[in-house]
């Protein structure tokens, strides 16, 4: 067993994988709760066009970069365009599930704490869209941008008033970000090759897509951050306790792994004792 691959199969072998069934049934039921909790959303049309423009005149005010710059390097080529609507619409949700996967499969102590990680924010997130409905800059005709997925295609929206499947006024914060960014976050903590941070492209990339495509403003990825930040910091501490430690650095051959003859004995208290014993005869 060399040094590279000592680390995760150690982790693997001791972190026993939580029941796949279990697991189907929770990460289902935490879909369906959201989608139920959106629909709740659904109706206050009236306060979501109000938060848009409060939201709009805050980032002039603060001077974010409009969101119309980068929709215009999008708008290029009809082919850049259409690429980017197809990132939005088919991306987000398998991306998502394939990092779960995968870290289910092949580092079970980072999918459980993924999982929480991801469910906190969800969570978060859902309360947010209650409470604060936001219609999307793309129906705001103060920003004077277009809905590249209805004139372009392809589009995962319908008319707001006969679309039942979604909730069209839940801006913010951007789960598309949020999410993005935890599976870049996830991947990085997870493997080792020295490309990983290459991750950061996928949210790298999906800010770009959801803000040109006018789907989300820059606050929605700000905010969608920050409350990543704070699932991270309250949910890591607790699970990696007595676990793995928790780093973005790449894991070091420890001496448990790197040498078994390395390893220094501490004395217990009753062997100080003894010792102290057998000098005073």
Do not use: C
């Amino acid at each position: 067993m060399n040094g590279r691959t000592e680390p995760a199969e150690a982790e693997t072998d001791a972190i026993a994988r939580p029941p796949l069934v279990r697991e189907l049934l929770l990460v289902a039921g935490l879909f369906l709760v959201y989608k139920l909790g959106r629909q709740l959303a659904t109706g206050h049309t009236g306060e979501a066009f109000r938060n848009a423009d409060r939201v709009w005149d805050l980032e002039r005010a603060v001077r974010l970069p409009g969101e119309g710059s980068v929709q215009n390097l999008l708008l290029h080529g009809d082919t850049l365009i259409h690429v980017a609507n197809t990132y939005y619409a088919t991306v987000h949700f398998p991306a998502t599930a394939a990092f779960l996967i995968w870290l289910y499969l092949r580092r079970p102590a980072h999918y459980v704490r993924s999982r929480r990680v991801l469910a906190a924010l969800t969570a978060a997130a859902l309360m947010v869209h209650l409470a604060f409905p936001l219609a999307p800059p793309r129906m705001l005709a103060a920003t004077g941008l277009i809905d590249t997925g209805q004139v372009y295609g392809p589009s995962v929206y319908g008319s707001p008033q006969t679309d039942h499947l979604s909730n069209q006024f839940a801006a913010m914060p951007s789960l598309h970000f949020g999410w993005a960014l935890m599976v870049a976050i996830g991947l990085i903590a997870a493997t080792r090759s020295r490309w990983r941070w290459l991750w950061l492209l996928h949210p790298l990339l999906t800010l770009l897509v959801i803000v040109g495509t006018a789907n989300h403003y820059w606050l929605d990825a700000i905010v969608a951050t920050a409350m990543l930040g704070l699932a991270l910091a309250v949910i890591l501490p607790r699970t990696s306790s007595g676990g793995t430690p928790i780093s973005l650095r790449s894991p070091q051959r420890t001496a448990t792994t790197a040498g078994r003859g390395t390893r220094k004995l501490v004395p217990t208290p009753r062997d100080e004792e003894a010792v102290l014993v057998g000098a005073g005869r």
